[in-house]
Antibody
Framework: DVQLLESGGGLVQSGGSLRLSCVAS????????VTWVRQAPGRGLEWVSL????????YYADSVKGRFTISRDNSKNTLYLQMNSLRAEDTAIYYC????????????????WGQGTLVTVSS | QSALTQPASVSGSPGQSITISCTGT?????????VSWYQQHPGKAPKLMIY???NRPSGVSDRFSGSKSGNTASLTISGLQAEDEADYYC??????????FGTGTRVTVL
């Protein structure tokens, strides 16, 4: 079974940093595009970033560009999100997701989701 | 990267059909067939219901169907059931090499 397990969330002060991890299992991690999506409390979904299987292609939402960095370690089946210069508006549950298989490129839809990790930025 | 526009709420009685709209622009919904729909129950992770405008993943009921016309995509739920009560989000690829979600629609089964 495909499983995605996020960790690394917590309480951080405005301007601080945090690194999220997402450990994947049940599939060939290096063959899939993986993504981060967040959801502020009581609000809708917001796409954050995605990375292709090799780690060579990365896309970011404008709201996090220059502050967040997505990366992956295929030897550890792990996806990361390094978050710097955090703001109150970054407070959210962060979900990692695995896309459908599209021969190494993005299909632009998330087939499997983790349960999320909560990031709270205090001002 | 403005969110796609969805109605805040849609309701229907059991057995009825409802349709949720998702309006974007020619730079996202209207320009590509990378439109997907997600269902989210309270406190749960989203679940993929439709991808590539009208395709259903394995295991998703055929009561769920998707379509697109111009800059507006739609999700139709037929034979509405109590378990369909949830939030629904559309999503689309954009010309900026990003993804954008819709504002979300709360479906209530009366």
């Amino acid at each position: 079974d495909v499983q995605l397990l996020e960790s690394g969330g917590g309480l951080v002060q405005s301007g601080g940093s945090l690194r999220l991890s997402c450990v994947a299992s049940g599939f060939s991690f290096n063959n899939y595009v993986v993504t981060w999506v967040r959801q502020a409390p009581g609000r809708g979904l917001e796409w954050v970033s995605l990375i292709d299987g090799s780690g060579g292609t990365k896309y970011y939402a404008d709201s996090v560009k220059g502050r967040f960095t997505i990366s992956r370690d295929n030897s550890k089946n792990t996806l990361y999100l390094q978050m710097n210069s955090l703001r109150a508006e970054d407070t959210a549950i962060y979900y990692c997701g695995r896309e459908d298989y599209c021969s190494g490129t993005s299909c632009y839809h998330v087939e499997y989701w983790g349960q999320g990790t909560l990031v709270t930025v205090s001002s | 990267q403005s969110a796609l526009t969805q109605p805040a709420s849609v309701s229907g009685s059991p057995g009825q059909s409802i349709t949720i709209s998702c309006t974007g622009t020619s730079s996202d919904v209207g320009g590509y067939n990378f439109v997907s729909w997600y269902q989210q129950h309270p406190g749960k992770a989203p679940k993929l219901m439709i991808y590539y405008v009208s395709n259903r993943p394995s295991g998703v009921s055929d009561r769920f169907s998707g379509s697109k016309s111009g800059n507006t995509a739609s999700l139709t739920i037929s034979g509405l059931q109590a378990e369909d009560e949830a939030d629904y989000y559309c999503s689309s690829y954009t010309s900026s090499d990003t993804l954008v979600f819709g504002t979300g629609t709360r479906v209530t089964v009366l």
